[in-house]
T-cell receptor
Framework: KNEVEQSPQNLTAQEGEFITINCSYSVGISALHWLQQHPGGGIVSLFMLSSGKKKHGRLIATINIQEKHSSLHITASHPRDSAVYIC??????????FGQGTRLTINP | DGGITQSPKYLFRKEGQNVTLSCEQNLNHDAMYWYRQDPGQGLRLIYYSQIVNDFQKGDIAEGYSVSREKKESFPLTVTSAQKNPTAFYLCASIRDGASEAFFGQGTRLTVV
C-alpha cells in the first residue's frame, strides 16, 4: 500500500462541473502540497497546506490533519484545467512522498 | 526571487552516452531530491542529499550518480548503465526544520 493514496486515478468531466480530487496518507506529516502537471509539461506548485483551507481563484484545497486527508476542488472547471494533479507530503525528517497522481480531463 | 532551477527543460541524447541534469537552488535548503516519472506513472525517488558531501540512494538509484559539493547544487548523471533513461526528471528541495518543499520545473530526457 502506498503511503500516499490519491483518488480517483482518472477523472473525466464536462466543462463547468465541480471537481474533487482526494489524497489520503498513512503517517503524520508536517505539510502537504498539491501540484499540477500539464501534458508534456513541468511541475507547478498550486498549494502548500499544514492545516485548514486555502483558495486561489477557482481552486480550493483543504486538509484534515486528524483524518489524514486532503482534497483539491476546482469550481467551474474548464478544459485548460486538464492536467495531472499530484499530492505530495513531507513526513518527519524531510521525507518527501508523492501520490500517484490524478489525471483530469475536462471536455468542452 | 528564490527558487529551484532545472536545466535544460528538454534534453535529447544518443543511447550509450552519459548525461548530466542540472539542479540549482538559491533557497539555502539543506535537503535536495531527484525523482523520475515514467509516462502514466508516479514519481519515484532516485537519490537524495540532506547535507553537503553526503547523499543516499532512493528506490531506483541503479544507473544514476549524484554529487553534492555545494549546498546550492545537486546534479544528477544518467549513466549508460541506466537501461531505460527516457523519462521526466524532477528536482526538489526542503529547508531543514521547515515544512515547505520547493520543486523544479523538471527535465524531460529522451534517449534515441
Amino acid at each position: 500500500k502506498n503511503e500516499v493514496e490519491q483518488s480517483p486515478q482518472n477523472l473525466t468531466a464536462q466543462e463547468g462541473e465541480f471537481i474533487t480530487i482526494n489524497c489520503s496518507y498513512s503517517v503524520g506529516i508536517s505539510a502537504l502540497h498539491w501540484l499540477q502537471q500539464h501534458p508534456g509539461g513541468g511541475i507547478v506548485s498550486l498549494f502548500m497546506l499544514s492545516s485548514g483551507k486555502k483558495k486561489h481563484g477557482r481552486l480550493i484545497a483543504t486538509i484534515n490533519i486528524q483524518e489524514k486527508h486532503s482534497s483539491l476542488h476546482i469550481t467551474a472547471s474548464h478544459p485548460r484545467d486538464s492536467a495531472v494533479y499530484i499530492c505530495a507530503v513531507i513526513q518527519g525528517a524531510q521525507k518527501l512522498v508523492f501520490g500517484q497522481g490524478t489525471r483530469l480531463t475536462i471536455n468542452p | 526571487d528564490g527558487g529551484i532551477t532545472q536545466s535544460p527543460k528538454y534534453l535529447f541524447r544518443k543511447e550509450g552516452q552519459n548525461v548530466t541534469l542540472s539542479c540549482e537552488q538559491n533557497l539555502n535548503h539543506d535537503a535536495m531530491y531527484w525523482y523520475r516519472q515514467d509516462p502514466g506513472q508516479g514519481l519515484r525517488l532516485i537519490y537524495y542529499s540532506q547535507i553537503v558531501n553526503d547523499f543516499q540512494k532512493g528506490d531506483i538509484a541503479e544507473g544514476y550518480s549524484v554529487s553534492r559539493e555545494k549546498k546550492e547544487s545537486f546534479p544528477l548523471t544518467v549513466t549508460s548503465a541506466q537501461k531505460n533513461p527516457t523519462a521526466f526528471y524532477l528536482c526538489a528541495s526542503i529547508r531543514d526544520g521547515a515544512s515547505e518543499a520547493f520543486f523544479g520545473q523538471g527535465t524531460r530526457l529522451t534517449v534515441v
